[in-house]
């Protein structure tokens, strides 16, 4: 007998609801749930590989202990002792800073991570803590930090009201949306031009978000924040400045002017390859267009001015007008509020230079250090040298820049735990893998993501299946591991007596505080909500509520919130235009310009991101794995002629780091000058179990990838834009 369940996909940001058709413990089908009010039925195809992900015989299900070359299975209370009392030992003998964490991407998408994960590394008392926050988003949360005061204020773009749709580096129809949750993005990017609106990207890729655009333009890798601060010389030069409502929260509007002066469009012409005409068009476009917006993502953010280019972003939006408007960029106010805060759900506001690395001196940024110097860390001698590591839902050796060198590094580790369902390129340095359920297995509610979408709504979603017997999911884990770091501690401290009640009170009970003392709940008597008190109760959400919604509720279009949703600083909810430490970056930009004049014709290497993949961890579902290689490296026809290439052969790319060999494509696709390859491949390593990830190993981006290359400004790893030689391979 069949049941229907529903539930939300929790593979990338997108929030899809899903309605699963299920016979005993199978999945039969997975359709879209066309009564969900987010994703209106839109699914991409990894949905159906969730079937692929519960059902994989490669899928660890049992806590597994390295003994030399083989590994055995272990009991869960076991197995937990031993990861405590083995990083309770190395932080006795060498102190907290020899054992480090390190968060995956999967831990946003995940309830019971993203509430325990923090709680662990708090526990941990280590200023080693990695994310892929260094590998992704960093630049705009840096920006949000010092133009609105909250590092998790991002600036989200209102597609279902939007005339005008820029976008620089973001391949929403790849990603689904990101930084912008929207479920079905290209049905919402479809609807812009179907209402007369206009849709137009910068890349130096055509991207199939670019062709099915009005618009493309290449442009060179890392030059965005040339271009961007062309179109506000524009903007200024031509008067077109219109802050509206905001005028009097917005300071150094002056220096911002002045600092602008200098980038014209004729000069960013010259560096990325973008015509000045274009520019100019486009920013006048932007500034006279009722509902319009310029957005930015992962192209714009992993290069060496990302930081820059996230400022430039949030300045164009503001100084034109479209900031906090409906159809320019705004901010969900999501039913738990991570930024408020309350019920334990809160997001620090961010922080900047409390503590550098010890070998590069790169400063912290959110409490965290920048992922690229984490080999170093490991490798160089000295006090304070890691020796202990903790992973959660991460791959860092595929997707962390010099991911070989990293590899090496790991396999030198005292000890390391990994918090993950396979055996993978990294976790199989690990000492102890502690694999939690299937997505199918465990409750979810987006508590990050609803932060960052198009529209305001909430869904609880149970499991599809139960836990199976002795199964645990990553917040019971981590709960469990909480408790057993603090209890090792000798005394029974006040931390150890809160990690006892937060295991116990479980992910679950955690969002129904936080959506009852968030903006749509009733309010829960005694507890303290957010930085102003009492929030004003709009309705009865709760987890109970939503229970009784299985398609999840519609809570409105995104509202103006602004000035008020920002943090008072100094006593003041203030916009900072122009921050002194990023119009001090400025110098760099100029350097960077300098140095291009003497730059060798080296080729420029672009990571590329596809649908049927998510970043490292999705190549073991044969649902998505069908098909030709996709792992190809892709030349412009003009290169490839210059070296006498063709479609087909085989070639080898090299950096100052490392070289691998790959199928070449010849395309028109991506600009002279630059080539692509997609990233999450590498699955040739020895001791991995992904056997159908094996088949079609491909080769890691992150193997040419510098850790040396860097946003100086924020400490994001530049992925876009490593200079590489190609050649034939040999034989
Ligand atoms: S777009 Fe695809 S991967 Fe993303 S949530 Fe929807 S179904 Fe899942």
Known sequence: MTRTAYTTCALCEAMCGLRVEVAGDRVVEIRGDEDDPFSRGHVCPKALALQDLHEDPDRLRRPMRRVGDTWEPLG??????????????????????????????????????????PLVLKSLRTKHRYSATSVDQLPHMFASFFVLGHQLLFAIPDLDRTDLFIAFGANPLASNGSIMTAGDVRGRLRAIRERGGRVVYFDPRRTESAKAADAHHFIRPGTDAFVLLAM?????????????????????????????????????????????????????????????????RVGACVQEHGGLAAWALLALNLVTGHFDEPGGVMFPTPAVDVIRGGAGVGISRGSFGRWKSRVRGLPEFGGELPVACLAEEITTPGEGRVRGLLTICGNPVLSTPNGAQLERALAGLDFMVSVDPYLNETTRHAHLILPPVSPLERDHYDLVFHAVAVRNTAKWSPAVFPKPEGARDDGEILGALLEAIEHRRGR?????????????????????????????????????????????????????????????????????????????????????????????????????????????????????????????WMHNAPQLMKGRDRCTLLMHPSDAEARGLASGDRVRVASRVGEVEAPLEVSDEVMPGVVSLPHGFGHHRPGVRLRVAAESPGVSLNDLTDDRALDLLTGTAVLNGTPVEVTRAPG
């Open 76 to 117: 869960w209370d076991e197995a937990i002792a031993f990861a405590a009392d083995r990083i309770h030992d190395l932080q006795r003998r060498h102190g907290g800073d020899a054992f480090a964490a390190y968060l995956g991407n999967p831990t946003a998408h995940n309830l019971g991570a993203i509430v325990y994960a």
């Open 232 to 296: 506000l010389h524009v903007v200024f030069a031509e008067g077109l400045v219109k802050l509206g409502r905001l005028a009097s929260s917005c300071e150094r509007l002056d220096v911002l002017e002045a600092v602008t002066k200098a980038y014209t469009p004729e000069r960013a012409e010259r560096v990325s390859g973008v015509p000045a005409a274009t520019t100019r068009a486009l920013a006048r476009e932007l500034a006279t267009t009722e509902r319009a917006l310029v957005y930015g």
């Open 492 to 616: 029974l401290t006040k931390r150890a007596l809160r990690a006892t009640a937060l295991r116990r009170l479980g992910a679950r009970r955690v969002v129904d505080l936080g959506l009852r003392v968030g903006p749509y709940g009733a309010g829960v008597a005694g507890v303290a909500v957010g930085e102003r008190g009492l929030v004003r109760a709009r309705g009865d959400l709760s987890v109970a509520a939503l229970e009784r919604a299985p398609h999840g509720v519609d809570l409105g279009p995104l509202e103006r919130c602004m000035p008020d949703r920002l943090p008072r600083r100094d006593g003041r909810r203030v916009i900072d235009l122009a921050p002194q430490l990023l119009v001090d970056d400025l110098r760099r930009l100029d350097e960077y310009e300098r140095r291009l004049d003497d730059a060798s014709p080296a080729l420029s290497l672009i990571g590329r991101r596809q649908l049927r993949s998510n970043n490292s």
